[in-house]
């Protein structure tokens, strides 16, 4: 869904359109979530700030005034995760419920990939998969996170430098 799109609808879901409603939430909660549970490292927590992004959302969408919606539903859903590792101080290893129809080569690579973004910074996690995850240009990362476009930049390539290094087998 493009920006121009969110914006009609959003005036939509302003004006109570709960199909409008519906319509973002089944486009935007898988996104959403992936980034939130890598934010948070707990998939039971990250279904419940996914969650309340929504409720937010819907209980008092953005004005007409903002100009990237979906830059503002990560913000929103950033804001969220940070207070809860707030609360929590510490990061638990993601549950995740594996697919009977998933290889087991496929739930091997998963694993290893999960354990290899869990190994980068929380910033560097973040802003992988606000990009990949979520869809977001690196100018609305910058916003998001708060940082100068090329220091997203930046931290976005040593990310993936790094999961490369991991995935290779390099001991970091």
């Given at each position: ?19 409008a ?6 486009e ?5 979530f992936?980034v ?10 990250a ?17 007409s ?6 830059a ?5 859903a950033?804001n ?21 129809d998933d ?7 998963h694993?290893d990939?999960?354990a290899?973004?869990q ?10 998969t ?6 977001l240009k ?14 997203t930049?930046?931290?976005y390539?040593?990310?993936l430098?790094t999961?490369?290094e ?5 001991a970091?």
């Open positions: 869904m493009k920006n121009i799109d969110l914006k009609e609808t959003f005036e939509k879901i302003r004006n109570g359109d709960k199909e409603f519906a319509l973002v939430y089944s935007l909660k898988k996104p959403v992936t939130v549970c890598r934010t948070v490292g707990d998939s039971l927590t279904e419940d700030i996914t969650q309340e992004v929504f409720v937010r959302l819907f209980l008092s969408p953005p004005d005034s903002v100009k990237n919606i979906r503002w539903i990560f913000k929103v950033n969220l995760s940070i207070d809860a590792l707030r609360k929590k101080q510490s990061l638990s290893i993601d549950d995740y419920e594996l697919k009977v290889t087991c080569e496929n739930v091997a690579m694993l990939l999960e290899a973004i190994r980068l910074s929380q910033s560097e996690r973040q802003i992988l606000l990009h990949l995850n979520g869809g690196f100018n609305e990362i910058a916003a998001v996170c708060s940082l100068s476009l090329s220091a930049y930046r931290r390539r040593k990310a430098k999961l490369r991991i995935l290779d087998g390099g970091l």
